[in-house]
C-alpha cells in the first residue's frame, strides 16, 4: 500500500528569508560600504582641508570669525566708535524721519523720476522746495558726517562676527548718512556753491574707506554705491563748471585711485573666503534655525578655496582678459555643479560662489567710469587754460596711467557749438564697444536712461 504524499506546506520561513533576506542583506552591505568609502572619502577630504587652511593662515586671509575680529580691530580705531553710533542712531531716529518726510531718496512714498529727481540743477528743480530746507537744517549732521569720515583711520563698528550670521546694521545704516550727503551736494551745486558740493564729493569717498573696512563681501558693495553718488556730484559740476582748476584737481586725486580693479576684486574674493569657510567646517552656521547637525564638507570647502584663490590671484591689468577669465571659470562652475560630483561634492559651494561674470562687470563698470570722469576733469582743465575744448582727447596731457576704456578704446568726444561731449557707456560684456555717435539720453527708455551717467555735456559759460 503506497504511502500518502503530504501536503506542501504553503508557508515555508526558510523560502521567505532566502527570497527577502538575500537582497536585502546585499542591499545592506553595498549601502554599508557606500557609507564607509564615503566617510573615508570626507575623512580625507577634511584632513586635506585642514592642511588648505593652514596655508591660507600663511598667507595672511583670514579662515574664521575670531581671525576675522582680529584683522578687523588691526585696522580700525575705536577712538570715535560711540560718536559714530551717536550719528547712526540720529539717521535712524524717528525725528530724522518724520523731518524728511517729502523728500526724495528719504522718503519712500515719495514718487522720483530717474534722473530727474535727482541731478537737475536748473532753476525749476522739481525737489527744490522740500530739499534745500530740509538740507539746511540738517547741516549740524552733515558737518558732524565730514568730521568723522575724514579720520586717518576707519572706524571700528561694534561687530560681533558669526560668519553667514554676521549682523551688519552700522553698514546699512550707513546708506542714510551717504544719501544726506549726496542731498546736500544737489543743494550745494543748486546754489552755485562749488566748495560745498567738493566737501560731499570728498566726504563720500571717505565714508566709503570706513564702510570698506568691515571685512564683509556686500560691504564692498555698499561701497560702490556710495562712490557712483559721488561720481554724479562731479559729473553735474564738471559740466556745468561750477569748480575752479585747484578743486577740480582734488577731484582727480582722488579719481585717479579708482581707475583700477584689482585691490577691490582681491579683497573681494578673499572676503568671501573668511565668510564662508567656517559654514564648510560647521554647516550648521549657514542658518541660525537649530536643527540636526551636518558634517564638516570637505571636499566641498575645497573646490570652493581652490576656486576663490584662484580668482584672487588674477592679474586684472589687461580687463579683456580678465573678463574672458572669468566668464570661463563661471561656465564651468555652472558645469561642476549641475554634474553628479557635483550634487553631492559642491552643496555648499554652490550657494555660496557669487554670480561671477556678475560681478566682473560692476567691476570693470565702475573703474572704467572712474577713467572718463579723469578724462573730464582733463577736458574742464584744457578749457580753462586755452580758453576752448580740444579737437581731439589727444590734446590732452598723458595721463599718468593707461586711462582708456574696455579692449583699449577711447573714450567718445566731439565738440558742440556751445561746449562738448564726453561719453563712455555701462559695460555690459565682451563685446562691449563705446558707441561712435553720442549714445541717446532724451529718450524714456531704460538705455536711454542708464545713459544718462555716461553722457557728459560740457558747457562753456556765456
Excluded at 561701497?223 to 582748476?245: R, V, Y
Excluded at 578724462?375 to 580753462?384: P, W
Aim: with cysteine.
Amino acid at each position: 500500500m503506497e504511502t500518502p504524499l503530504k501536503p506542501e506546506p504553503i508557508f515555508r520561513p526558510m523560502r521567505i528569508v532566502k527570497f527577502f533576506g538575500i537582497p536585502l542583506l546585499v542591499i545592506g552591505c553595498v549601502v554599508g560600504l557606500i557609507r564607509v568609502g564615503y566617510t573615508l572619502r570626507e575623512w580625507q577630504g577634511q584632513w586635506k582641508l585642514s592642511q588648505v587652511i593652514e596655508d591660507l593662515k600663511s598667507k595672511g586671509i583670514s579662515t574664521n570669525s575670531e581671525a576675522i575680529e582680529l584683522a578687523y580691530h588691526a585696522n580700525t580705531s575705536d577712538t570715535d566708535t560711540q560718536a559714530w553710533l551717536d550719528l547712526l542712531a540720529k539717521i535712524d531716529s524717528v525725528e530724522f524721519k518724520e523731518a524728511a518726510q517729502g523728500v526724495p531718496n528719504f522718503d519712500s512714498s515719495v514718487e522720483i523720476d530717474e534722473w530727474g529727481d535727482s541731478f537737475d540743477t536748473s532753476a525749476n528743480w522739481k525737489y527744490a522746495q522740500v530739499s534745500i530746507p530740509f538740507v539746511e537744517r540738517q547741516q549740524g549732521l552733515v558737518h558732524r558726517i565730514r568730521e568723522l569720515a575724514a579720520a586717518p583711520q576707519p572706524v571700528r563698528f561694534p561687530i560681533r562676527f558669526a560668519s553667514l550670521n554676521t549682523l551688519l546694521p552700522e553698514v546699512q545704516s550707513s546708506r542714510g548718512l551717504a544719501r544726506l550727503l549726496w542731498l546736500d551736494a544737489q543743494v550745494a551745486l543748486h546754489l552755485g556753491d562749488s566748495q560745498r558740493a567738493l566737501d560731499d564729493f570728498l566726504a563720500l569717498h571717505n565714508l566709503s574707506r570706513h564702510v570698506e573696512a568691515v571685512p564683509f563681501a556686500i560691504s564692498i558693495l555698499v561701497s560702490k554705491s556710495f562712490k557712483g553718488m559721488a561720481l554724479t556730484i562731479a559729473q553735474e559740476g564738471i559740466e556745468q563748471d561750477f569748480f575752479s582748476d585747484q578743486q577740480l584737481q582734488y577731484i582727480d586725486d582722488v579719481l585717479a585711485r579708482n581707475c583700477d580693479i584689482g585691490d577691490e576684486w582681491n579683497a573681494y574674493c578673499e572676503r568671501e573666503l573668511g565668510m564662508c569657510i567656517p559654514v564648510f567646517l560647521d554647516p550648521a552656521l549657514a542658518s541660525e534655525k537649530s536643527g540636526k547637525p551636518l558634517p564638516a564638507r570637505g571636499h566641498d570647502a575645497i573646490y570652493f578655496i581652490d576656486m576663490m584663490t584662484h580668482l584672487a590671484d588674477m592679474p586684472t591689468e589687461d580687463w579683456e582678459l580678465f573678463y574672458k577669465t572669468v566668464s570661463q571659470q563661471d561656465v564651468k562652475f555652472n558645469e561642476d555643479v549641475r554634474s553628479w560630483r557635483g550634487r553631492v561634492d559642491l552643496v555648499l559651494t554652490g550657494l555660496f560662489v557669487p554670480a561671477l561674470t556678475s560681478l566682473s562687470i560692476s567691476s570693470i563698470d565702475r573703474a572704467q567710469h572712474y577713467r572718463q570722469a579723469r578724462h573730464g576733469v582733463a577736458l574742464r582743465l584744457f578749457q580753462h587754460k586755452h580758453g576752448e575744448f580740444p579737437q581731439s582727447l589727444t590734446e590732452l596731457p598723458p595721463f599718468d596711467r593707461d586711462m582708456r576704456a574696455f579692449k583699449q578704446q577711447s573714450f567718445g568726444y566731439v565738440l558742440a557749438p556751445d561746449g562738448a561731449t564726453l561719453w563712455g557707456g555701462r559695460f555690459k560684456g565682451d563685446n562691449q564697444l563705446i558707441s561712435p555717435t553720442i549714445p541717446p539720453t532724451d529718450q524714456q527708455t531704460q538705455e536711454s536712461l542708464e545713459n544718462r551717467g555716461y553722457v557728459w555735456s560740457l558747457e562753456i559759460r556765456k
